[in-house]
């Protein structure tokens, strides 16, 4: 039986192939292989929602696909009825800092929550409006007013950190939803997404004390991940890309206190000091192993995310908090430019631009060019046959044959820009000397 694709779908998954970056939706559509690691991240999304925690580093080398199986992660955790998030940091977004970089690394992710009637983010509205909605049932149903309600369930906020002015800025939404107060209702959720920058503002907008700033930003995600689940979800899910942007940072101190806020919320995760929280984290391997740069050069880190060492000779523990992703086979790739076909007609086999052997002679062809590499690290491999497809489909009269003799594809360098380190305004300690551990240039 034929599954036909949406135009809608079908469109957003070629657009973002050809532009070398992970569609949003329509993932299984493509996905191939991988499947103990599915199952491994599917086992922590089903703790999460049975109100645990889950923790976990995706290690990958650059193309291998990290950030297709973080969002793979995140649309199963959407089906499985939790709220998920997912950013990317760069230098402006970071775990710890004092400039406001985490604040904007959280305000990304309240940016981006997600749930599965809105799979595209901006979500955070309609969580509060769950909320509220199901404290009103519950007061219809036992007999009591919506405030009592309210104020029942967010007694169990106040007992975290900033969790009495998060309940009182939740209360707030439910007097503007009261009185019609459109205004109190979007400072509210200005609030909660970390928007005010001073405090004088926001207790003159809702008659809080504190606002979410950089110190903060992990404690309002526990918070969040509270909340949700008083809203009526099952947990929620946080993906961070592009943590190797911390190893990126030249200046240790920096470093060291992002690792550091790494390890707290491993701890708490692993400690179970958090209720229906998950966080997946995508870097390579040299942020991970790397002594001098990478997480491993932080003690603590290393020792909680040593490998284990009775995972040897082939054996692999799904298990472990790291866990590692190895490239594409060929067979998998394969499979892969064949679900890429089928998708580029809209799901019909018999609307097909190339017919089964072309994949074959396309693989052939790419391994003359750059070797292993065309399946190993397939961004640009994968541009290079959907461009194929393209232009097959707009000119119909011209043979696949002729257009794979003409066909450029080049190696994937793109990786090299993780080890170019950021250079930063050097700090210094309290005896003045710099905290940065790289080597100084000179000349005689």
Known sequence: ????????????????????????????????????????????????????????????????????????????????????????????????????????LYAELTKNLATRTRPEGGALAGIVEKFISTATTESKTQGVGVDTI???????????????DFAHVIEAYWRGHQQGSEQLKTDAIRWLRGEFTTKTDA???????????????????????????????????????ELVNLYKLSNRQA?????????RILNDLLQGSAEGLGFVLGGTPEFLMDTRR????????QSRLAENTFAKGGLVDYNHPVLRLSGLSQNEFYVLLHNIRRVFAYGDEARCQVPEEALKAFMVHCHQRIGEAYF?????????????????????????????????????????????????????????????????????
Request: charged fraction near 25%; include cysteine; aromatic fraction near 6%.
């Open 150 to 164: 309210i104020h029942r369930k967010l007694e169990r906020l106040s007992e975290l950190v900033n969790g009495y």
């Open 1 to 104: 039986m034929i599954t036909p694709i949406r135009p809608r779908d079908r469109d957003a998954v070629v657009q973002a192939l050809r532009a070398g970056v992970v569609p949003r939706t329509g993932l299984h559509l493509l996905q191939v292989g991988r499947e103990k690691e599915n199952m491994a991240l599917l086992k922590d999304i089903e703790r999460i929602a049975d109100g645990g925690t889950a923790f976990r580093i995706v290690i990958g080398e650059y193309g291998s696909g990290k950030t297709f199986f973080l969002n793979l992660v995140r649309a199963v955790a959407l089906e499985k009825k939790l709220v998920a998030t997912s950013a990317d940091l760069n230098p402006n977004r970071r775990l710890h800092a004092t400039g406001g970089q985490a604040r904007s």
């Open 376 to 444: 190993r690290t397939p961004r640009t491999t994968i541009t290079a046959f959907v461009n194929l497809l393209s232009v097959l489909e707009q000119n119909p009269e011209r043979s696949w044959q002729a257009l794979l003799g003409q066909l450029e594809v080049r190696r994937d360098h793109g990786g090299v820009s993780d080890f170019q380190v950021e250079n930063e305004p050097p700090t210094t300690t309290t005896t003045g000397s710099k905290s940065d551990d790289d080597l100084t240039s000179f000349k005689l």
């Open 255 to 263: 470093r060291d206190a992002n690792y550091e806020q790494i390890l």
């Open 203 to 241: 207790r003159t907008a809702l008659g809080v004390r504190t606002i979410v700033d950089d110190a903060s930003s992990y404690d309002q995600i526990k918070l969040l991940s509270l909340f949700v689940r008083l809203a009526g979800f099952s947990g929620l899910l946080v993906c961070l890309d």
């Open 294 to 301: 990478g997480l491993y050069s932080y003690s603590a880190l």
